[in-house]
């Protein structure tokens, strides 16, 4: 049993505040041969610092930047070892410091933690942060192994080096434990491939009924493909920066209110029972009957700790009391649809075991009371491993800077990536979106990062 010591579980601060000014994208693609890797994130920074209202002209913002973070799961893909260096000379800032950051599926959201805290301590006053993965150098199979390593390789790869089949046997555990019907995990699928019909970003969009879910083909039981997310080719880019220098480039500068990090093994089955972590809107009652003949353990194979702890600090830090009230809008590491029900769990949106009624209630929508993955997500729009947590972070950049439709609603930007912009398009964008939170996770639960957007 996982005892915490007294300082285990110190609150994070930061000692000056941390602000987000601008963020910039491509446009994700199973495969991208058109491009290399250093020509996707020169787009994805352009973006970031010509089309974001920025006070300063792109060859000032340049200047401003003195400290730059990069993202990229896995040097496997593209074959390039030390390939930040590369990005790092393409983009212009040769010869500044610079470091690359590795947590699995977190590496982004761990990427946007390191800049945030170079920015918090006052080691660096501009820091731009820089995620790719480079997905289709490789096959699928070959693709799914690579990715398959991840997981604990004396333990987990015996399962099949593949994801959805560790993920399978969660979301049957995890059935079994709390009899959630199959239709509500189907329709976390639906709602996030049709979220990403509106984004000129999405690599796979479209409008499925939930017997269109179930019915499709299966990837491990129960999990079908249009249950799990897909792997992308693409970039993105944050840029952080202290008060003065916001200030400077924006006049909608929005705080990194929070951002906090947790752990856990990583092989799953060492994930020994210990006392659930309260968050700030749970108390001991909240549990009391919990534990009972099919629930014995906690987190056990269900649950996530390291989404709970990093949700914990980052709710303290940042003076969360209720997530659903406290929030406006909310993106998940949708990997797979029941790692999304489990997160509800995990960070709080509901009690342990009642995480289906986020969706049953209407919720988790466009329009309720915490709409979540309105930029489609992973299982609709992207998963380019190193910029994951990046782009979820700009999608909320953009909905509380009130930008959803100036990115999201051009035509012109829907015909750059060779799209034609849908004629039953719609704004996505939340009514007076004060506040959100990004959840960047790994694995099978290693590493996870809560992030919290203020606008101020």
Known sequence: MIKFGPQNLRIPKFERPVYVVAGGLTDYRKRYPEKNTCQ???????????ENDLKLDPEEVRRSVNWCVYSQFA???????????????????????????????????????????????????????????????????????????????????????MYAAYYALMAQRYQYENNVPRDTLARIACKNHEYAR?????????????????????????????????????????????????????????????????????????????????????TPETYADYFGAKRDAWPGFSSFLASRTAAYLAYHMAGIKDPLEDFDLLETHDAFTISDVQTYEDIGLRPYGRGREFI???????????????????????????????????????????KYDKFHGDAALWRRYGK?????WRSLQVHNAKRGCAISHAGTGSHVTCAILERV
């Open 40 to 50: 996707l994130c020169t787009e994805a920074l352009r973006m970031a610092v010509e």
């Open 75 to 161: 040097d496997h893909f593209g074959d390039q070892l030390l390939a930040a260096a590369k990005v790092h000379d393409y983009l212009g800032f040769d010869p500044l410091g610079n470091i690359e950051v590795k947590t699995g599926g977190a590496t982004g959201g761990s990427a946007v933690l390191a800049a945030a805290q170079a920015v918090a301590s006052g080691y660096a006053s501009c820091v731009p942060v820089v995620g790719w993965e480079r997905m289709d150098e490789v096959s699928t199979k070959v693709g799914n192994s690579y990715i398959a390593s991840a997981a604990c390789k004396d333990f987990e790869s015996e399962l099949g080096w």
């Open 198 to 282: 509106h984004s000129p970003f999405a690599q796979n969009p479209g409008k499925y009924t939930v017997k269109e879910i179930l019915e499709n083909d299966i990837v491990s039981h129960p999990l079908s493909f249009l249950e799990c997310c897909v792997m992308s080719v693409g970039a993105a880019v944050l840029l952080l920066c202290d008060e003065p220098t916001a200030r400077r480039l924006t006049d909608k500068p929005v705080q990194l209110k929070a951002i906090a990090g947790g752990s856990h093994t990583l092989r799953t089955a060492d994930r020994r029972h210990m006392p659930i972590l309260l968050l700030p809107n749970e």
């Open 360 to 402: 049953e209630s209407g919720d988790a929508y466009f329009e309720g009371r915490l709409p979540t993955n309105l930029s489609g997500g992973l299982i609709g729009t992207m998963h380019a491993v190193g910029a994951t947590g990046i782009f979820q972070i700009v999608e909320l950049l953009w909905q509380l800077q009130g």
């Open 420 to 424: 034609e912009k849908p004629t039953d």
